[in-house]
Nanobody
């Protein structure tokens, strides 16, 4: 059974950086597609970034966030720079067995982690 565990969240100030990790187990990592989503209280889950053969980003994080994967370590990363208060939320890692469109939809993913809290506040 696929298992995803996120780590790296925390409390930071506006303008700071943070790097999230998502450790994968229970399958062949290199054959999966991955994404990061986030959710704030009272809001719907929001797409952040996707990685497969290439990468995709939400407009709100483009040029500030970088998603990457390490196929040797079975880990997906989200490097977040120039953080803003509106980036606050629970960040969850998602995995998909097959490529499905749109990659920004939660319905395109089979497996989810529990999430890690990111709070950006002065």
């Amino acid at each position: 059974q696929v298992h995803l565990v996120e780590s790296g969240g925390g409390l930071v100030q506006p303008g700071d950086s943070l790097k999230l990790s998502c450790t994968f187990s229970g399958g062949t990592f290199r054959t999966y597609y991955f994404a990061w989503f986030r959710q704030s209280p009272g809001k719907e889950r929001e797409f952040v970034a996707w990685v497969g053969g290439g990468t995709r980003y939400a407009d709100s994080v483009k040029d500030r966030f970088t998603i990457s994967r390490d196929n040797d370590k079975n880990t997906v990363f989200l490097q977040m720079d120039s953080l803003k208060p509106e980036d606050t939320g629970v960040y969850s890692c998602a995995a998909a067995t097959y490529y499905s469109r749109p990659v920004s939809s939660p319905q395109s993913f089979n497996y989810w982690g529990q999430g890690t809290q990111v709070t950006v506040s002065s």
